[in-house]
C-alpha cells in the first residue's frame, strides 16, 4: 500500500499563499485552491512551492514560487539578534532612563555578527547599557542623537519624543550596510533567477505562473523589478510585506502584461489573520 506523502510546507510559504489565493480572488473574482506542494513531493531537483487550481476550470492552473528577499545576506538573522541584544539592554536601563521620553538604539550588522559567544554578548550589553542609561538624560530633543563606539563600530542613541508605548524605554531599528543597495541588487537577482528556473517550465506547460516575493525591508517597488526583462512572462507578481511568518500587507506589481510602477490602491491589499484581503486607503 502506498504511503501518502505528508506536506510540510513552512508557515510563512503557506500564508503567503493563503494570501494569494485571496488577492487573486479580488482581482479575478475567482477561487483558487492548492491542488500540489511539487518542492514537498520533489525532494531530487527544485521545483515550485504551490500549484492552484481553479475551482470552476480545471485547466486553469497557477505554478506559484514564494520566496524571501533581503536587502543583504543575513538581513533575517541580523534583524531578530539585533532585537534580543537591544531588549537586553532595555531590561537593563529599566526605571534609569526619564519616563517623559523614549529611545531608539541603532547597532550595525557588522557589529551584532562578532557577537558570536555568550560571554561577548554580555560584556557588549552591560558596556552598552551603562552608556545608554547615562547618555540618555541629555538627548531631549526629538531627532537628537548621540554616539559611541565599540570594537571600531558606531552606536547610535537616538530620541525617539514623547510616545507612550515607548517612554522609559529603548527600542531598536536596523541599520544597513554601507553599501546596502548593491548587496539587496545581487540578493534580489539571485531571487528572480532561483524563481524562475522553476516557473519556466511549469509555463511552457501552459500553466499561468506567480511569483511571491515576500520583501523583508519593505523595499521593492514596481519600477525596481519591471527592469528584468526576465520577469516579462510571469503572470503575477506580487510582494508581500510580513510580521511573524504572516503577510500583512500584499502589492500587486505584475498582472498579465501589465507592470504596475505607481501602484493603484486597488492592487494594495491590506491582510488580515483571517486572509480578508481589503485594498489599503
Given at each position: 500500500?502506498?504511503?501518502?506523502?505528508?506536506?510540510?510546507?513552512?508557515?510563512?510559504?503557506?500564508?503567503?499563499?493563503?494570501?494569494?489565493?485571496?488577492?487573486?480572488?479580488?482581482?479575478?473574482?475567482i477561487?483558487?485552491?492548492v491542488?500540489?506542494?511539487?518542492d514537498?513531493?520533489?525532494?531530487?531537483?527544485?521545483?515550485?512551492d504551490?500549484?492552484?487550481?481553479?475551482?470552476?476550470?480545471e485547466?486553469d492552473?497557477?505554478?506559484?514560487?514564494?520566496t524571501?528577499?533581503?536587502?543583504?545576506?543575513?538581513?533575517?538573522?541580523?534583524?531578530?539578534?539585533?532585537?534580543?541584544?537591544?531588549?537586553?539592554?532595555?531590561?537593563?536601563?529599566?526605571?534609569?532612563?526619564?519616563?517623559?521620553?523614549?529611545y531608539?538604539?541603532?547597532?550595525?550588522?557588522?557589529?551584532?555578527d562578532?557577537?558570536?559567544s555568550?560571554?561577548?554578548r554580555?560584556?557588549f550589553?552591560?558596556?552598552?547599557?551603562?552608556?545608554?542609561?547615562e547618555?540618555?538624560?541629555?538627548?531631549?530633543?526629538?531627532d537628537?542623537d548621540?554616539?559611541?563606539?565599540?570594537?571600531?563600530?558606531k552606536?547610535?542613541?537616538t530620541?525617539?519624543?514623547?510616545?507612550?508605548?515607548?517612554n522609559?524605554?529603548?527600542?531598536?531599528?536596523?541599520?544597513?550596510?554601507?553599501n546596502?543597495?548593491?548587496?539587496?541588487?545581487?540578493?534580489?537577482?539571485?531571487?528572480?533567477?532561483?524563481g524562475?528556473?522553476?516557473?519556466?517550465?511549469?509555463?511552457?506547460q501552459?500553466?499561468?505562473?506567480?511569483?511571491l516575493?515576500?520583501?523583508?525591508a519593505?523595499?521593492?517597488?514596481?519600477?525596481?523589478?519591471?527592469?528584468?526583462?526576465?520577469?516579462?512572462?510571469?503572470?503575477?507578481?506580487?510582494?508581500?510585506?510580513s510580521?511573524?511568518?504572516?503577510?500583512?500587507?500584499?502589492?500587486?506589481?505584475?498582472?498579465?502584461?501589465?507592470?504596475?510602477?505607481?501602484?493603484p490602491?486597488?492592487?494594495?491589499?491590506?491582510?488580515?489573520?483571517?486572509?480578508?484581503?481589503?485594498?489599503?486607503?
Open positions: 500500500m502506498e504511503i501518502p506523502v505528508k506536506i510540510m510546507n513552512k508557515p510563512n510559504q503557506q500564508n503567503a499563499c493563503d494570501s494569494f489565493i485571496t488577492i487573486l480572488k479580488s482581482l479575478t473574482n477561487k483558487y485552491k491542488s500540489g506542494s511539487p514537498e513531493v520533489n525532494r531530487n531537483t527544485p521545483d515550485v504551490f500549484i492552484l487550481v481553479s475551482s470552476s476550470d485547466k492552473k497557477i505554478a506559484v514560487e514564494h524571501k528577499v533581503e536587502s543583504f545576506d543575513g538581513q533575517i538573522k541580523y534583524v531578530k539578534k539585533s532585537f534580543d541584544i537591544v531588549k537586553l539592554v532595555n531590561d537593563a536601563c529599566r526605571t534609569r532612563l526619564p519616563l517623559d521620553r523614549g531608539i538604539l541603532a547597532v550595525p550588522p557588522k557589529l551584532v562578532s557577537l558570536v555568550k560571554r561577548s554580555e560584556l550589553v552591560s558596556k552598552l547599557s551603562s552608556w545608554v542609561a547618555t540618555a538624560p541629555k538627548l531631549l530633543l526629538v537628537r548621540l554616539q559611541t563606539e565599540y570594537k571600531g563600530y552606536i547610535t542613541l530620541c525617539g519624543g514623547d510616545l507612550a508605548e515607548l522609559g524605554n529603548v527600542g531598536r531599528i536596523p541599520e544597513n550596510p554601507e546596502q543597495k548593491a548587496l539587496q541588487s545581487k540578493r534580489l537577482e539571485q531571487a528572480i533567477s532561483h524562475l528556473l522553476k516557473l519556466t517550465k511549469y509555463k511552457e501552459g500553466f499561468k505562473t506567480a511569483l516575493l515576500e520583501d523583508v519593505g523595499t521593492q517597488r514596481g519600477s525596481t523589478l519591471s527592469g528584468y526583462e526576465s520577469l516579462e512572462k510571469v503572470d503575477y507578481i506580487v510582494v508581500f510585506v510580521n511573524e511568518d504572516r503577510m500583512i500587507t500584499g502589492t500587486v506589481l505584475k498582472e498579465g502584461a501589465v507592470w504596475y510602477s505607481f501602484v490602491g486597488n492592487k494594495r491589499f491590506a491582510l488580515a489573520r483571517e486572509h480578508r484581503a481589503g485594498p489599503t486607503l
